[in-house]
């Protein structure tokens, strides 16, 4: 079946370090793919997605390229914040209405 | 953009006793929705997917009496926990899907004293 597996954490990074969490996925078919953002104690909100290939999606600085041939989707951000101490899932969906797989999550904290 | 409301966000119950929570979409119609359980520092596991007017399909492992889902209508999916162990702790969260699309629900914290 379909799977997920994304870098494990925590990560922890000093303020404007440049950030990268490796996701990497299995699917028979063509998923989208996502990640979402969970603050302590909070639900997830999506934070960016790509639906096909070489396809970027991008949010809050935050950026990620579906890559086909590495089966790839890994997260990017250029100057990471405090305030971007959270967990994030990488997650795809072969279908809209499907449920979603989701990644191990990795937790990243940001220290000033 | 859609937005999806559980209530409650968090409660707390005795063991033995049930516990019903809501999942509803509020400004679209919501053809399929999802609960998801989450264990603390863990990922988001499928419990099992509502269709409006029909029975819910649940994941290998779940116990379908004891985690009694309904979808009466297409705003509207709840989930009621029945004999509430202390192991049926956890993060609860429902997604709601219109076509292409899915959104989540804060989450509702369970506790089972």
């Known amino acids: 079946g379909d799977s997920v597996t994304q870098m494990e954490g925590p990560v922890t990074l000093s303020e404007e370090a440049f950030l990268t969490i490796n996701c990497t996925y299995t699917?028979?078919?063509?998923?989208?793919l996502f990640w979402y953002v969970q603050y302590p104690g909070e639900g997830l909100q999506l934070l960016l997605k790509?639906?096909?290939?070489?396809d970027k999606g991008s949010n809050k600085g935050f950026e990620a390229t579906y890559r086909k041939e590495t089966t790839s989707f890994h997260l990017e951000k250029g100057s990471v914040q405090v305030s971007d101490s959270a967990v994030y899932f990488c997650?795809?969906?072969?279908?809209?209405?499907?449920?979603?797989?989701f990644g191990k999550g990795t937790r990243l904290s940001v220290i000033a | 953009g859609a937005v999806v409301s559980q209530h409650p966000s968090w409660v707390i119950c005795k063991s033995g006793t049930s516990v019903k929570i809501e999942c509803r979409s509020l400004?679209?119609?919501?053809?399929?929705m999802f609960w998801y359980r989450q264990f603390p520092k863990q990922s988001l596991m499928l419990m099992a997917t509502?269709?409006?007017?029909?029975?819910?399909?649940?994941e290998q492992g779940v116990e379908k009496d004891k985690f009694l889902i309904n979808h009466a209508s297409l705003t509207l999916s709840t989930l009621t926990v029945t004999s509430a162990h202390p192991e049926d702790s956890s993060f609860y969260i429902c997604?709601?899907?219109?076509?292409?699309?899915?959104?989540f629900g804060p989450g509702t914290r369970l506790t089972v004293t």
């Open positions: 509502s269709n409006e007017g029909s029975k819910a399909t649940y």
């Open positions: 997650a795809l969906s072969d279908q809209g209405n499907t449920p979603l797989v």
């Open positions: 699917a028979t078919g063509y998923p989208s």
């Open positions: 790509a639906t096909k290939a070489d």
């Open positions: 997604s709601a899907s219109p076509p292409n699309e899915q959104y």
């Open positions: 400004d679209f119609q919501a053809t399929t």
